[in-house]
């Protein structure tokens, strides 16, 4: 068996894992995301030992961004503008790849997170299908034609702007960028800001759920129109919440109207958007998902 | 020079062609699309008469769709529903590859205009890049990876949702399917309809373009968000108005506020939303392309 690196850098936590996939899980560190130095220096550390133990056949990184992903770059790799402290024009791949001196891919959590489903999860190897993340921040990942989502950027689909009806919701949003965009709306930091509650605690009779239904719905539809993916895959923290599947679905259907005439969103939309297979370990085995697509 | 045939058949309009490229074109014929027995008579008697005097390496059809492109699908090439009379689940790719023998490609109008302005036009071989037709209908079309964007189905991104203010705006769209989605709003029909002029003829002074561009502005930072495209091609009827142009790309850049940092969306917004040049040849053109691209 072929055994691989990940590392998920997130904006609180950092994952490192050996793995040749899902079910073969060799060894794991988890500590948190501090300065750059610190944690890079621990991630180093970690995989420094593993080598001595484990032949690996690369490393893969998926990482919290806006991440400079053009190759022909001189930032290629590097994490870009961030809010986070110390965090901006950080070099993570490169520098990675020369202290281990180990092939390296990297990407966004979210595209790890989706390629980690394509491989492993409920995407099954079709494509184009996309990836969300609805928790902390949104974000999206994806394929198209068998190759991640890369473009003039990467996509930030987070930030697409919704319709908001500012009588049955006057929640202004809270994306310092845009307001109410998606994230604005949506994200648990929106649900929390708009209701006085964290959105893992709330009933599901709350009002709130329809609400946060109707949002998700808008931006399904919204990718559906634009991308046409042949499967649609929510995770994140919101969407540990499982009775929110039924009501998007239900509304994504409403929503169309008919005008999509296809079975899988007219009979099967619960095999058209459907939770993540891989859950809290989706951005590490995302990051070993990398490893495996680049350099198996 | 190998030579193609190309057809267009539009909803009003069907444009038939024998050409090497843009600058090769050696027949062309234009009818209007009446039933689909006539029009695909003319279409196939004008192909025959073509094939005795040159040699054609192969037909392109770009059509209005939604046209079913599944290789697999028994309908494949089928016309699926369309309000168009007669026009809902006609054969037209086998059809008229079974009439003519030649290799036959077909895809939606839009996805054959993308390849014209891929192949020869502003996008210039760049991927991911999408194409925009604001004109009687909306549509879009694009290529991610070098191939044209087939999924579910096909872009259909007219439909997108889009956000309203009833005060600035009280007109609720004109779309059968979603009322004020970005064709319900931002269409030549919308325009005419909330304001009782032609866009060909209202004064480039006139509050409707203030509000034209800005929908037109959310529908490509959605764009944006979700592809990531490297150019947008913007062409149709409405877009030949060229003072919208420097209207969407400020607000395009002014809704994003700094989101993106992409010099082409801060520094070089005018070379990244730009016109279609194969311009009212588009579409016919676009099918040439087609085949050009499957079958040289």
């Known amino acids: 068996m072929k055994l691989y690196g990940g590392i998920e850098t997130g904006g609180t936590k950092c994952v490192c894992m050996i793995a040749g996939g899902p079910d073969e899980v060799i060894a794991e560190s988890r500590f948190s995301t501090t300065t750059p130095e610190e944690t890079l220096l621990k991630a180093i550390t970690f ?25 022909d770059s001189a930032t290629f790799g590097y994490i870009t503008t ?48 996309v990836y969300f993340t609805i928790g902390t921040g949104i974000g999206m990942g994806g394929l198209f034609n068998g190759s991640l989502m890369h473009g003039l950027i990467h996509p930030e689909a987070g930030h697409m702007i919704l319709k908001r009806d500012p009588i049955t919701d006057p929640y202004a949003g809270f994306c310092a960028y845009h307001g109410d965009c998606f994230e604005g709306l949506a994200s648990g930091p929106a649900i929390r800001a708009r209701w006085g509650q964290s959105s ?19 931006a399904m539809v919204n990718t559906i129109v634009l991308l046409s993916p042949r499967k649609i895959i929510l995770g994140g923290g919101v969407m540990q919440r499982e009775h929110l599947f039924p009501m998007i679905q239900r509304e994504v259907v409403s929503m169309l109207n008919g005008y999509v005439k296809s079975p ?7 095999d058209f958007i459907v939770p993540a297979k891989l859950g809290g370990r989706a951005g590490v085995l995302g990051s070993i998902a990398l490893a495996v697509q680049a350099f198996n």
């Open 264 to 270: 899988q969103i007219l009979n099967q939309i619960e």
């Open 47 to 71: 995989f420094r030992e593993q080598k001595k133990i484990h032949n690996l056949s690369g490393l893969g990184i998926g990482t919290f961004g806006p991440v400079d992903l053009d190759p």
């Open 82 to 129: 961030t809010p986070k402290p110390g965090w901006a024009n950080v070099n993570l791949a490169k520098r990675i790849e020369n202290e281990l001196q180990m092939p390296t891919v990297i990407d966004t959590d979210v595209n790890a997170a989706a390629m980690g489903e394509y491989l492993w999860g409920n995407a099954g190897g079709i494509s184009p299908f």
């Open 200 to 218: 893992h605690t709330m009933p599901d009779q709350h009002p709130a759920w329809k609400l946060e239904a109707n949002y998700i719905a808008q």
